[in-house]
């Protein structure tokens, strides 16, 4: 890895003296590229703040034009695009933020088709996706390419987050064999509540790739936010999952 230049030391210059953190770490950070899947309520600020503290590079996925509908909570969102593609924005903001990060957009979801392939290209894994059939996809593939992926999901005034890692942690089919039956595409979001999830899933990957602190690798984090109650759930792997079990 390549030090850091003037321009980079003056940018993150109050992170740098976190103390654990440092020089080495900010130059670990510049060196990883981290997949985001959907950057709307949740994968926006999570986004927002991975720029921020200076990951080398963001792939980010996701689909579809803004609508009216996103703007209470899609931070990368604005309303003179609404009409227009997602990624657009998403990208454009991100560049104008933190013009020393390359941001790559990527104008669909995770599907079948491209989740191999947009795994295989990074070091860390962010799910925010709302449909559990791309959280699985991306679950599978952080299992067999041994990448660490950060879970993070909320729904009303609740969220919650815990750190992935293949062969040590449960996996996301650990803890929902199947989706749950009663789950739709559309749910109750508050955007500062989303957001909570989105910061937290932030510093669990910057954590995971620098060795900073604790992580939540196998325990899940629940917040109820209309109570400002925060709970540590431990979460152990299942001998018979589908995606782990075996491995």
């Given amino acids: 890895m390549s030090r850091l230049n003037e321009a980079e030391r003056a940018v993150y210059e109050w992170q740098l003296s976190i103390p654990g953190f440092g020089e080495v770490a900010q130059e670990k950070l510049r060196a990883s590229t981290a997949l985001i899947s959907?950057?709307?309520?949740?994968?926006?600020?999570?986004?927002?703040?991975?720029?921020?503290?200076?990951?080398?590079?963001l792939i980010i996925a996701h689909g579809g034009n803004i609508?009216?509908?996103?703007?209470?909570?899609?931070?990368?969102?604005?309303?003179?695009?609404?009409?227009?593609?997602?990624?657009?924005?998403?990208?454009?903001?991100?560049?104008?933020?933190?013009?020393?990060?390359?941001?790559?957009?990527?104008g669909e979801n995770i599907s079948e088709g491209n989740a191999a392939r947009l795994v295989g290209r990074v070091d860390i894994v962010f799910d925010c996706a709302p449909l559990f059939e791309e959280r699985f996809l991306m679950n599978r593939e952080c299992v067999r390419q041994g990448k660490p992926m950060i879970e993070a999901a909320m729904f009303a005034m609740e969220g919650q987050v815990t750190t992935i890692i293949p062969g040590k942690t449960p996996c996301l089919r650990c803890l929902y064999p199947e989706p749950p039956p009663t789950w739709k595409r559309q749910f109750p979001v508050l955007g500062a509540v989303s957001a909570m999830a989105g910061a937290m899933a932030a510093v669990e990957?910057?954590?995971?790739?620098?060795?900073?602190?604790?992580?939540?690798?196998?325990?899940?984090?629940?917040?109820?936010?209309?109570?400002?109650?925060?709970?540590?759930?431990?979460?152990?792997?299942?001998e018979a999952c589908a995606e782990c079990g075996s491995k």
């Fill in 205 to 238: 990957g910057i954590k995971v790739l620098t060795g900073l602190g604790t992580t939540l690798a196998g325990v899940l984090l629940h917040y109820d936010a209309a109570n400002m109650i925060f709970r540590r759930i431990p979460i152990q792997r299942r």
């Fill in 38 to 57: 959907r950057c709307g309520g949740l994968g926006g600020p999570l986004a927002y703040h991975l720029a921020g503290a200076g990951f080398g590079r």
């Fill in 67 to 106: 609508v009216t509908s996103d703007m209470n909570r899609q931070i990368l969102m604005t309303h003179d695009g609404i009409g227009k593609p997602r990624i657009e924005s998403i990208v454009r903001r991100l560049r104008e933020y933190a013009p020393m990060v390359e941001v790559e957009g990527v």
